[in-house]
Nanobody, 116 residues
Framework: QVQLVESGGGLVQPGGSLRLSCAAS????????MGWYRQAPGKERDFVAL????????RYADSVKGRFTISRDNAKNTVYLQMNSLKLEDTAVYFC?????????WGQGTQVTVSS
């Protein structure tokens, strides 16, 4: 059974940066993609970024393009989200997701708060 553990969240001022990590324990053989999603208070969980585990192709939500970068370390079974130029509206709980076809696993989430 795969477990996903996120880390790296915290409090940052507008314009600042944070780097999130998501480490997968257990076998992730055959995984298609790993991604980041976020959920702000009172809102639905939204897509942020996705990376193909094999080829490395990436996809981003329009709201984070040019500011966030998703990357992976296959040897460490870890995906990262580098977040720069953070805005107040980036405040949310950020979740990691592992995807095999129609199946997926989620992490427990890490809080990111952007505040002056």
């Amino acid at each position: 059974q795969v477990q996903l553990v996120e880390s790296g969240g915290g409090l940052v001022q507008p314009g600042g940066s944070l780097r999130l990590s998501c480490a997968a324990s257990g076998s992730i053989f055959g995984v298609d993609d790993m991604g980041w999603y976020r959920q702000a208070p009172g809102k639905e969980r939204d897509f942020v970024a996705l990376i193909n585990w094999g080829g490395g192709a990436t996809r981003y939500a329009d709201s984070v393009k040019g500011r966030f970068t998703i990357s992976r370390d296959n040897a460490k079974n870890t995906v990262y989200l580098q977040m720069n130029s953070l805005k107040l509206e980036d405040t949310a709980v950020y979740f990691c997701r592992l995807i095999w076809g129609t199946l997926s696993s989620w992490g427990q989430g890490t809080q990111v708060t952007v505040s002056s």
